[in-house]
């Protein structure tokens, strides 16, 4: 499974952004998928996860509400919608995939499969 993040970019508190990941190798719907972010000299932080074929959801407390996951209608892609964004969500932004079939990860060791990350920089 190869992941390809793309999105990411520069913009005021309080807007918006949509972040996506490419999934080639593989049918994005066979994987589970989730989305993490990392400052400089911290761990990568679970934000938000979609089952395979998009059953369930899962999000971390710090985004719910105002980021959400959803899969592609037509391409094998997941979205992040980020709303209302905040100086404090100044991040990389990675996405990964878990195909092992198990239930919703939050765990950043859960996933097998990384995409190369992309810069979301919020200005207040």
């Known amino acids: 499974v190869q992941l390809q993040a793309s999105g990411g970019g520069l913009v005021q508190a309080g807007g918006s952004l949509r972040l996506a990941c490419t999934v080639s190798?593989?049918?994005?719907?066979?994987?589970?998928m989730g989305w993490f972010r990392q400052t400089p000299g911290k761990e990568r932080n679970f934000l938000a996860a979609?089952?395979?074929?998009?059953?369930?959801?899962l999000y971390a407390d710090s985004v719910k509400g105002r980021f959400t996951i959803s899969r592609g209608n037509a391409k094998n892609t997941v979205y992040l919608q980020m709303n209302s964004l905040k100086s404090e969500d100044t991040a990389v932004y990675f996405c990964?995939?878990?195909?092992?079939?198990?239930?919703?990860?939050?765990?950043?060791?859960?996933?097998?499969?990384w995409g190369q990350g992309t810069l979301v920089t919020v200005s207040s």
């Open positions: 979609i089952s395979r074929r998009s059953v369930s959801t």
């Open positions: 190798g593989r049918t994005s719907s066979s994987v589970a």
């Open positions: 990964a995939a878990d195909d092992t079939q198990r239930g919703l990860q939050s765990d950043s060791s859960e996933y097998a499969y």
